[in-house]
């Protein structure tokens, strides 16, 4: 029996053309946005590698009342360690801000919210990544899609908790915490890259018709990810999906573990 609401996870690249400049008035001088402000994919390899970056440090912000379980939390942060080589650790912050008061959001208003409120930009040996928590709608929803979260720039993501919890409480869908880990590792995943989006494939596994997912029906990249039947096929008996091996060859390959 079918759940009323379909979800999707999306990926959402952007192109540098038209991003701010390498400051901001707003920030400490010397400040460089620039690195943080390219396309998904593009900071793969620093990500995924120990050489240019020893730490990753992710700053999260949420909307009051949209806060992130620290159960799911905990779960991305080790998927995190499991993948990436930093020795010099992966840390997470919280902070809380007001609702901006939108019914829906676009790439655009999220991007310029970010814009405003991010501090965390890289600096020597620290490559910094910035997450969202929102209330409201994905402004692209359609009648039989809404979407959980997308990835929008080279170290940006966005969750849209307030559907994510909408669709936890329908009937036979996965709890908040397990919905919550699954987006969040799906959309690191586009930051890393996955599938042929600025980490190189090792094997033909990318399904072209679906975008940047994985052709591995069970594997945490693939497109049925993306709808609400397919994601409870996927995380039946509460079990979060995982990278399959052919993701795995391919961030291993671009420095990966």
């Not at 609401?5 to 038209?18: E, K, Q, R």
């Not at 996965?174 to 969040?184: A, G, Q, W």
């Amino acid at each position: 029996m079918g759940l009323p609401l379909i979800v999707s996870i999306l990926v959402a690249g952007c192109s540098t053309d038209g991003e701010s400049g390498s400051m901001d008035d707003n920030l400490p001088e010397g400040t460089d946005v620039s690195q943080n402000r390219k396309a998904v994919g593009e900071s793969a390899p620093d990500l995924l590698d120990g050489t240019n970056f020893t730490e990753l440090f992710i700053e999260i912000f949420y909307v009051s009342g949209m806060e992130p379980s620290a159960t799911a939390l905990d779960n991305f942060e080790t998927f995190l360690k499991e993948r990436l080589h930093k020795p010099d650790g992966v840390s997470i912050a919280l902070t809380e801000i007001p609702s901006p008061d939108q019914a829906m959001y676009s790439i655009t208003d999220i991007r310029s919210l970010e814009d405003e409120i991010r501090t965390a930009y890289n600096q020597k040996g620290t490559l910094k990544v910035f997450g969202l928590f929102l209330d409201g709608e994905y402004a692209e929803n359609t009648e039989n899609g809404s979407v959980l979260g997308v990835a929008y720039r080279n170290t940006s993501f966005v969750l849209f908790e307030e559907t994510i919890r909408k669709f936890s409480g329908q009937p036979l869908a996965p709890s908040t915490t397990v919905l919550e880990t699954t987006v969040l590792n799906h959309e690191f995943g586009h930051l890393l890259g996955l599938v042929n989006a600025g980490t190189p494939l090792q094997s033909a596994h990318q399904d072209e018709a679906h975008g940047r997912h994985c052709t591995t029906e069970d594997c945490l990249m693939f497109w049925t990810a993306e709808t609400g039947e397919g994601l409870i096929n996927m995380i039946s008996g509460g079990n979060i999906p995982e990278l399959d091996a052919a993701c795995l060859a391919d961030l291993q390959a671009n420095g990966g573990k």
